[in-house]
């Protein structure tokens, strides 16, 4: 519906609170899984082919379990294609199996998207972020509604913007559309940002003070607010349609046991017809005393359906040409005579021998590929530039580090200017890794760079932002790094800084460039308007590279194509 499967929450905590007491007061590892109800399904009257396709989903199952340890693009495109839902839609003829097959891209996609962005995540993570976004965000993005004559199903959200001739507006019932349910509001909530750390604060209410009165007012202030959100809603939900417009409302739903009718919303629409002279098709005032006929009983419909459509005809039909195909098979090449349960399980053994014999030709293989990890810093991506066999070996057999005390104290000069300009520490600066930046040799050396950093050009000049976060992704690879200060450079423009401790001016200008192209996409900022420098602290010069690249010469370097200066 339109307005949103408002029920759905009521239908998933009456499944899971089922399910919790189903397994009530047994030991957690007694438990029993769903992949062990499919290997043991009992002795209740199942066909045989119920236990066949029980079976074959059981082992399905157990097979990509094992794959659970590669990246989580893979496994996704694992799932997709044992559960055949790509062969699926391909073979559908209806109108809609276009925007289905582009909403299985997108669901891929999203998984692509948050692989790279997040670096080496789990699949436990990737579960909790698409439970989270279904339960508090608004989903992932849905492919656009094709053009095809079709019924289009999407939530008020997904229709702004668009048109239709004829609009079926449905549930606009109490409590529903326009929604009475309390939003989590900050500071309550403690999973909400607060209001003033919002963009949008400026048009939400805020809280005043810490009194009773305060919150009081707040949450009246709120509720208002809410309601002129869902009055919004409502516009949009209303001029959808060029010419129809249909509202319709029900008095009964199955997870409620007293009736609902007709919303304040759809009241408004009975109340214009009346002013055009017009009536409603049909009207329902909910009943005063009466049960809930939804719970009197459930309505049995029959299972498996019998009717075939013509996707199901489609594969019949090409299952046939399958067997015909195979009857006509010379007796050498005539596959044994096996079920479909025997012949799941040779499938498992035949791409088991082929990893087998991938690994074997891999371990005796001259050149070993190393993948490259999650992410990447600025410093290791020099080293990727100037050495990538001696990088890959890094890589693939890592030794530790011995301690840099002289790292250790470029660390805390970091901290000491951040410090400085306002910046809160979240940790020690002895506990954070040592950013390399060698060359201050004792404490009496860094209270020196200190001390010259005060009497420098920055030392009274304040920063836009210090030591601001980035991820940046060239050629698919994601390259992270923190950039230790940003200043303003005019009106439109930036000036990123790294400082730097060392003796001599020999910093590699990769890690600016990378800075800057990284800076101006985060801010879309146009490339030619952000200046990247070196402040050698001991010196107290600035030196401004020249030449730096652009995006398209650092994704050059990491396909290995170019060089660019060290």
Not at 64 to 77: A, C, H, K, P, Q
Not at 233 to 248: D, E, K, M, P
Not at 327 to 339: E, Y
Not at 414 to 433: C, I, K, T
Request: proline share 7%; hydrophobic share 40%.
């Amino acid at each position: 519906e339109l307005a949103g499967d408002a029920g759905r929450g009521d239908r998933e905590a009456d499944l899971h609170a089922a399910l919790q007491a189903a397994v009530a007061g047994a030991d957690p590892t007694e438990v029993v899984a769903l992949s062990d109800a499919l290997s043991d399904p009992g002795d209740l009257p199942y066909s045989p082919q119920a236990r066949e396709r029980f079976t074959l989903l059981a082992r399905e199952l157990r097979a990509l379990r094992g794959y659970t340890g590669e990246s989580l693009l893979d496994l996704v495109r694992r799932i997709v294609d044992a559960c055949g839902i790509d062969v699926e839609l391909d073979s559908s003829v209806s109108p809609a199996a276009r925007a289905r097959r582009d909403n299985l891209d997108l669901f891929v996609k999203a998984v692509a998207e948050f692989q790279s962005l997040d670096g080496a995540v789990t699949l436990p993570a990737l579960l909790a972020y698409l439970t989270a976004e279904d339960e508090l965000g608004n989903g992932l993005d849905v492919a656009t509604p094709s053009e095809a004559d079709s019924v289009k199903l999407l939530t008020v959200h997904r229709a702004k913007g668009l048109e239709w001739d004829a609009v079926f507006v449905a549930g606009v019932c109490r409590e529903r559309f326009p929604s009475t349910q309390g939003r989590s509001r900050w500071p309550r909530g403690h999973a909400v940002l607060p209001t003033p750390l919002r963009g949008d604060a400026a048009d939400l209410p805020s809280l005043g003070g810490w009194a009773n009165t305060d919150v009081t007012t707040l949450n009246e202030e709120s509720r208002a607010h809410d309601a002129v959100e869902e009055l919004r809603l409502g516009y949009v939900a209303f001029t959808r349609a060029r010419h129809t417009l249909w509202v319709s409302s029900h008095v009964w739903r199955p997870s409620r046991q007293k009736p609902v009718g007709p919303s304040d919303f759809q009241q408004v629409v009975r109340e214009a017809l009346q002013s055009w002279g017009e009536r409603p098709d049909a009207w329902l005032d909910p009943p005063a005393d009466e049960p809930n006929p939804l719970l009197d009983g459930r309505r049995a419909v029959p299972w498996p359906v019998d009717e075939q459509t013509a996707e199901a005809l489609r594969r019949i039909e090409a299952a046939e040409l399958v067997r015909e195909a195979a009857a006509t098979l010379d007796d050498d090449t005539q596959p044994a005579d096996l079920d479909l349960v025997e012949t799941s399980l040779v499938a498992e053994w035949d791409a088991e021998l082929d990893r087998l014999l991938a690994e074997a030709a891999a371990d005796g293989a001259d050149v070993v590929d190393v993948p490259l990890p999650a992410s990447l810093s600025a410093t290791a991506l020099a080293r990727l530039r100037d050495d990538r066999d001696s990088f890959a070996r890094d890589l693939a057999r890592p030794m530790p580090r011995p301690p840099s005390p002289s790292a250790r104290f470029g660390t805390r000069f970091h901290a000491w200017v951040e410090a400085r300009f306002g910046q809160q520490e979240l940790m020690d600066p002895d506990e954070l890794p040592g950013r390399g930046d060698a060359g201050i040799d004792d404490e009496d050396d860094l209270q020196e760079l200190v001390r010259l950093f005060e009497k420098g050009e920055f030392a009274e000049r304040v920063p836009e932002a210090v030591e601001p976060p980035f991820a940046l992704v060239l050629a698919g690879q994601v390259v992270r790094g923190r950039i230790d200060a940003v200043y303003r450079d005019g009106s439109d423009g930036y000036l990123l800084v790294d400082w730097k401790t060392n003796r001599h001016a020999t910093a590699d200008p990769l890690q600016l460039a990378i800075y800057r192209v990284a800076w101006a996409e985060l801010t879309g900022t146009p490339l030619e308007r952000v200046r990247a420098a070196f402040y050698y602290v001991r010196t107290q010069t600035l030196v401004e590279p020249s030449g730096l690249d652009d995006r398209t010469g650092l994704e050059a370097l990491m396909r290995g194509e170019t060089a660019l200066p060290g």
